[in-house]
């Protein structure tokens, strides 16, 4: 009898998983290093938290972890860094989803499509059953006799009780909150609330990361192709034909330089790059459909047809590189028009994700190994992810502004100045009226210190820059600078 029949999966409303004593220590301490260290800014309080989590989901799985789970720890904990690198909350957040999602996958296995799927989205699954057996742990992990068992659930839920409803008088009444402050000395009854509420949060983490791995996902077993050769082929020799047609046709616009754009009637640079998107996203989202939907039906038995079926599965996925790389030169020449922003990078880095997509899909149809697609799709993915967060997006978005503003003196200020302390040290480049207004905002978010479970390389470096930058009064900048048009 395999795992997987000892252990089926439990139908909503069953008994939680069981959580081992260890993860069940392990998820405690999670809650208790949540309720210290989060709730402020992003930084080392936070990666902590997320290493404790880590901790219990890994002691929580009983059997080793093969090499991609170990590829999926690894990355999680490199995108959970972020939160020390990096200010930007735009680009720490989803990292820090991200780290969750393989961090569930890497305890929870899978290696087709649905599996992988059903191994991201297991620690969502359990955010409800993971605490549950985590608080079952931790009752049994009590010395005490079946007698005093009501006594102390009591007493539990009565501390509890008083915690929360005792916090909320105490906030709410002067006077009640001086009586409790003399009964209670040095007690910061104002932040209890919000301390549980992180506490119990990091607890939810921590229990459903630690009951992720009790239950192992199988791969399901692929659907029988149906499509014949003669079907795929076809339709597959069609849509390269359109392809082709496409490129061959737009070959001029589709790496047209300033000059072409200038020079084209009605044709803006918003619309060269906005047209240049949506070609993108069209084509790749097609090509991926199309050969998912190819490695899945169809029907190649002999060598000669899979030969072919890996051709034109080359051919199409070669020419989306081709839009996909036009598509890249177009939002460059935007960019150069009218600046950097963080949706234009993000749309940059989207580029760079379905290229890569297309690259895996490419090499796995020539190498025939179409088994590896789904993992290898998840570590493109997590490697995007997280070059994005290595890349310091606010300060090259900043850079790059800066760079323009030295080439022909245009820079939309109001923009550049609400950026994170990462884009710091490149604002301080700037001329001195210009860079007095750009950093007034990082100027007064940092005006506070951060104590250890706050601290940031981001925010340290942003304070380095204003100390060395002249402390004087905020003028305006340059009228040049200042109406500086968006498109």
């Known amino acids: 009898m395999s795992d997987l029949d000892r252990h089926p999966e439990r139908p909503p409303g069953a008994q939680p998983p069981h959580a081992p004593r260890a993860a069940v220590l392990a998820a405690l301490a999670a809650g208790l290093v949540g309720a210290a260290t989060l709730g402020g800014r992003v930084g080392a309080g936070v990666v902590a938290c997320a290493a404790v989590?880590?901790?219990?989901?890994?002691?929580?799985?009983?059997?080793?972890?093969?090499?991609?789970?170990?590829?999926?720890?690894?990355?999680?904990?490199?995108?959970?860094?972020?939160?020390?690198?990096?200010?930007?909350?735009?680009?720490?957040?989803?990292?820090?989803?991200?780290?969750?999602?393989?961090?569930?996958?890497?305890?929870?296995?899978?290696?087709?499509?649905?599996?992988?799927?059903?191994?991201?989205?297991?620690?969502?699954?359990?955010?409800?059953?993971?605490?549950?057996?985590?608080?079952?742990?931790?009752?049994?992990?009590?010395?005490?006799?079946?007698?005093?068992?009501p006594a102390l659930r009591g007493a539990a839920l009565a501390a509890a009780l008083?915690?929360?409803?005792?916090?909320?008088?105490?906030?709410?009444?002067?006077?009640?909150?001086?009586?409790?402050?003399?009964?209670?000395?040095?007690?910061?009854?104002?932040?209890?609330?919000?301390?549980?509420?992180?506490?119990?949060?990091?607890?939810?983490?921590?229990?459903?990361?630690?009951?992720?791995?009790?239950?192992?996902?199988?791969?399901?077993?692929?659907?029988?192709?149906?499509?014949?050769?003669?079907?795929?082929?076809?339709?597959?020799?069609?849509?390269?034909?359109?392809?082709?047609?496409?490129?061959?046709?737009?070959?001029?616009?589709?790496?047209?330089?300033?000059?072409?754009?200038?020079?084209?009637?009605?044709?803006?640079?918003?619309?060269?790059?906005?047209?240049?998107?949506?070609?993108?996203?069209?084509?790749?989202?097609?090509?991926?459909?199309?050969?998912?939907?190819?490695?899945?039906?169809?029907?190649?038995?002999?060598?000669?047809?899979?030969?072919?079926?890996?051709?034109?599965l080359a051919v199409l996925c070669g020419l989306t590189l081709v839009v996909v790389a036009s598509a890249a030169h177009r939002l460059d020449l935007y960019q150069d028009a009218f600046g950097a922003t963080r949706l234009r990078l993000a749309a940059a880095a989207t580029i760079v994700w379905l290229g890569a997509l297309l690259a895996l899909v490419l090499a796995t149809a020539a190498a025939g190994r179409y088994a590896v697609l789904p993992r290898a799709c998840v570590l493109a993915t997590a490697l995007v992810m997280l070059g994005v967060v290595l890349i310091d997006p606010d300060r090259r978005i900043a850079e790059r502004n800066v760079d323009r503003y030295a080439r022909d003196a245009r820079i939309d200020l109001d923009y550049v100045r609400g950026l994170s302390a990462d884009a710091a040290p490149a604002l301080a480049e700037l001329p001195p009226p210009e860079r007095r207004y750009a950093l007034t905002e990082i100027r007064l978010r940092l005006s506070e210190g951060d104590g250890w479970a706050e601290w940031n390389l981001a925010r340290a470096r942003a304070r380095d820059v204003l100390r060395e930058a002249t402390p004087v009064a905020v003028r305006e900048a340059t009228p040049v600078a200042r109406r500086e048009a968006r498109p």
């Open 162 to 312: 008083l915690a929360v409803f005792g916090a909320l008088f105490a906030s709410g009444d002067a006077a009640f909150e001086r009586i409790v402050a003399a009964a209670i000395p040095d007690a910061d009854l104002g932040a209890l609330p919000e301390r549980a509420l992180w506490g119990l949060l990091a607890l939810a983490l921590a229990g459903a990361l630690a009951t992720v791995g009790r239950t192992r996902e199988a791969s399901a077993p692929g659907a029988a192709r149906r499509l014949a050769p003669v079907e795929w082929g076809i339709a597959l020799v069609a849509l390269n034909l359109l392809f082709a047609a496409f490129v061959a046709v737009q070959a001029g616009v589709l790496f047209g330089k300033r000059d072409h754009v200038l020079e084209t009637a009605g044709l803006t640079y918003a619309e060269y790059a906005r047209e240049g998107f949506a070609q993108l996203a069209v084509a790749a989202a097609l090509t991926l459909a199309v050969a998912a939907g190819a490695l899945r039906w169809a029907r190649a038995e002999g060598r000669r047809e899979r030969i072919v079926l890996r051709a034109l």
């Open 53 to 149: 989590a880590g901790l219990a989901g890994r002691l929580g799985r009983a059997d080793p972890l093969d090499r991609w789970s170990r590829a999926w720890v690894g990355l999680a904990a490199l995108l959970a860094a972020g939160a020390m690198l990096r200010d930007a909350l735009w680009v720490v957040l989803p990292a820090l989803c991200a780290a969750t999602l393989l961090m569930s996958l890497a305890l929870a296995g899978g290696a087709g499509w649905a599996a992988v799927g059903r191994g991201l989205g297991r620690v969502l699954a359990r955010a409800g059953s993971g605490p549950v057996a985590v608080a079952a742990g931790a009752w049994r992990l009590l010395p005490v006799g079946a007698g005093a068992a």
